[in-house]
């Protein structure tokens, strides 16, 4: 039940989106660097962005009985994306989730955050 361990609902919840936006991006590297399909790779990131621009409804973060701070930092994420969206810069939808000291093979922003969240739960 979600009032009991909503920590671990919205966990379990936002994984599963982490799941979907690991799955886009391979499919994107793929386009990008075995295909050479410069216009698939830029729906494929257009695709990351709309998943993460949409996470904050997707999850009901508004109704959960969470801490201010993670339904902000959800909003963030949704807002970022929604942000590389209106601008529509490939670069900045392929950077989403992602700090500049981000080391290959390591786990992402959303991925921590799920981390985090377990941790509460």
Do not use: C, W
Not at 49 to 75: F, G, N, Q, W
């Amino acid at each position: 039940m979600i009032s009991d361990n909503p920590y671990g609902f919205l966990a379990d919840r936002i994984e599963g989106i982490a799941v979907q936006v690991r799955e886009i991006e391979a499919q994107a590297y793929k386009a990008l660097y075995e295909d050479k399909d410069d216009l698939a790779y830029r729906e494929f990131m257009r695709r990351k962005a709309m998943t993460l621009a949409d996470l904050a409804e997707d999850v009901a973060v508004h109704d959960l009985p969470v801490t201010d701070s993670v339904k902000k930092r959800i909003k963030r994420f949704s807002f970022s994306a929604a942000q590389s969206l209106e601008i529509g810069s490939v670069f900045f939808m392929s950077a989403l989730l992602y700090p500049e000291d981000h080391e290959a093979g390591e786990p992402n922003d959303l991925d921590n955050f799920v981390a985090e969240l377990k941790s509460l739960s």
